[in-house]
């Protein structure tokens, strides 16, 4: 039986490592002319690139060996890891190179075929309908989400030891939770004062799942079917579809009775609710037909999960800045102040966050150190030619936005924060695609003007009540996950200002 066993083993390795010099040289005779470090069959690079922990290290080191264009092969896949301006621009700014690779897969059994991982007509369509919910006129109404929900966030901060050193980002992300919710779909889920809650543990399960699959076995949907973790996703998501949709036959429900059948019948309703992204996707049409009860709620749960991971990343990387630059926030409480006056609970209106303009180029400084997506990727559907070199069909193409936005021949002392940057008097010389945190061209991030109001608010909300005091011998431990964190967390003291 042993031997049976033994023979069955070598046969399959020999097979596989056949299968890959076969699969190798397929790509290798295409991809020659790029730069990366010499693969081992089966593995390919995983060895150069670790664990997740090491994956941005690895990355920045094999830049330095081999440029800001690096093919390398994960296992039996090919990719090509890019933050080089010109390929970044090339590959943002196409029509045809729209598809999301294989990571989005694990997405797949939360959000289906929502806008983050859909392709083609039906992604087109969705965008198209899509994007008027982002128009001003809607976002003005969400000032009030943002002012409610961060007064639950200040109480909480208010129960922390002054000078205790807190790791904000937790807060920060059952915050945004909250109010991504309200967004959405009109309705709370008290993330903030129930994080126990079975909705809000089920978010952290799948999103836990899908980072953890990237960088296991796991990866391949053969071994994940069998493993715990495949029937703990599920058991998550029955939850999130659960309440989804049971929100959405509520409000579909409630739309009927009274007869509602577009935004400006909801405007003007009796009850005057503010319209949730929900409500257009309940009362808009393709092609005269109105989207399925399925189509709503991959929607709603796409919003749900780049709503709010995304964000709390970049609230919480911007509050860490500030505490460890005292002049900076001073300015930006100055700015605050002089906008909002003395009353602390003065409501906070979109024209006031328009105008907190040095804030912005804090925000705007914090995201390109810290970008909130790390990386993102596209997989190629058909040959493509950049600098007259053949990429293949298949090939996947990884943009790394950390290296791009640290590359110091865009960004001179790319370490240094400096708001400065992005004065524009000093934004002449720097390509437009050298700085991309929401993505760019047809696939950027539809949310990108919902985020930086809600950024705004929220820090200037949070710096109105509390000077942040550093802990000063931390250095955060970047990791990227679906978003971008800090292994070791990212501590900040709290002091209460006297105003
Ligand atoms: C600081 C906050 C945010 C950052 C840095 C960010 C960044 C990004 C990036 C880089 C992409 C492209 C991803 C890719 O190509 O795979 C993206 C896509 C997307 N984002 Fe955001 N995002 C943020 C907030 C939001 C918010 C608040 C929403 C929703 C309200 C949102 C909804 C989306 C959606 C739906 C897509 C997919 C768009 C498409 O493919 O057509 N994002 N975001």
Same mark, same amino acid.
């Given at each position: ?70 093919? &390398? ?56 309908? +899509?994007? *008027? ?10 000032? %009030? ?7 639950? +966030?200040?109480?909480?901060? !208010? ?7 807190? %790791? ?26 129930? *994080? ?78 503010? #319209? ?50 005292? !002049? ?9 102040? !002089?906008? &909002?006056?003395? %009353? ?78 992005? %004065? ?34 929220? #820090? ?9 005091? *550093? ?19 990212? *501590? ?8």
């Amino acid at each position: 039986m042993l031997v049976t066993l033994f023979w069955f083993f070598v046969t399959f390795l020999i097979l596989s490592i056949v299968l890959w010099f076969i699969v190798y040289f397929k790509y290798e005779f295409y991809l020659r002319k790029f730069s990366g470090p010499m693969p081992l069959p089966i593995i390919g690079n995983l060895h150069h690139v670790g664990i997740k922990e090491d994956l941005l290290p690895s990355i920045t080191k094999l830049i330095h060996q081999h440029g800001h264009v690096i093919k &390398l092969m994960f296992g039996f896949r090919p990719q090509i890891f890019v933050s080089e301006v010109n390929f970044v621009e090339f590959l943002l700014s196409s029509n045809t190179i729209i598809k999301k690779s294989y990571d989005y897969n694990f997405f797949h059994m939360w959000l289906g075929m929502g806008l983050l991982t859909s392709f083609g007509q039906k992604w087109k369509r969705h965008r198209k309908l +899509l994007t *008027p919910a982002f128009h001003f006129k809607i976002l003005e109404r969400f000032t %009030d989400v943002y002012g409610n929900q961060s007064n639950v +966030l200040l109480k909480k901060l !208010e129960e922390v030891n002054q000078n205790e050193a807190i %790791d904000i980002f937790p807060y920060i992300t059952l915050y945004t939770l909250d109010v991504i919710c309200e967004a959405t779909m009109n309705t709370s889920i008290n993330a903030q004062a129930n *994080p126990k809650s079975d909705y809000v543990q089920s978010v952290k399960e799948v999103c836990r799942i899908i980072t953890e699959r990237t960088f296991s076995v796991k990866t391949w949907d053969f071994f994940y079917r069998f493993s715990k973790d495949y029937h703990k996703e599920q058991k998550a998501v029955n939850v999130l579809h659960d309440f989804s949709n049971s929100v959405i036959k509520h409000r579909y429900e409630e739309l009927q009775e009274h007869n509602l059948k577009n935004v400006k019948d909801l405007e003007n309703w009796g009850l005057k609710k503010r #319209v949730a992204f929900l409500d257009l996707l309940l009362t808009s049409t393709i092609d005269g037909n109105p989207l399925s009860h399925k189509e709503i709620r991959e929607e709603v749960d796409t919003f749900m999960f780049e709503g709010h991971d995304t964000t709390s990343s970049g609230i919480s990387f911007t509050l860490y800045c500030l505490s460890k630059h005292q !002049e900076i926030q001073d300015k930006v409480f100055e700015e605050v102040a !002089e906008i &909002l006056g003395d %009353d602390k609970n003065a409501k906070v209106s979109y024209e006031n966050l328009q105008n907190m303009k040095y804030l912005e180029k804090v925000i705007k400084e914090s995201l390109r150190m810290y970008p909130p997506v790390p990386l993102f990727s596209r997989i190629l559907t058909e040959n493509a030619i950049f600098q007259d070199k053949v990429i293949p069909k298949d090939v996947a193409i990884v943009v790394s936005l950390y290296n791009l936005h640290r590359n110091p021949a865009l960004f001179p002392n790319p370490d240094v924060f400096d708001p400065e940057r992005f %004065d524009t008097e000093n934004l002449h010389n720097v390509p437009v695609y050298s700085y991309v945190p929401f993505s760019a061209g047809p696939r950027n991030c539809i949310g990108q003007k919902f985020a930086m109001l809600e950024v705004k608010a929220t #820090v200037s909300k949070i710096l109105r009540t509390f000077k942040l005091l *550093p802990v000063l011998e931390h250095q955060p431990l970047l990791v990227a996950n679906a978003i971008l964190t800090s292994e070791n967390g990212l *501590p900040i003291r709290l002091q209460k200002r006297k105003l």
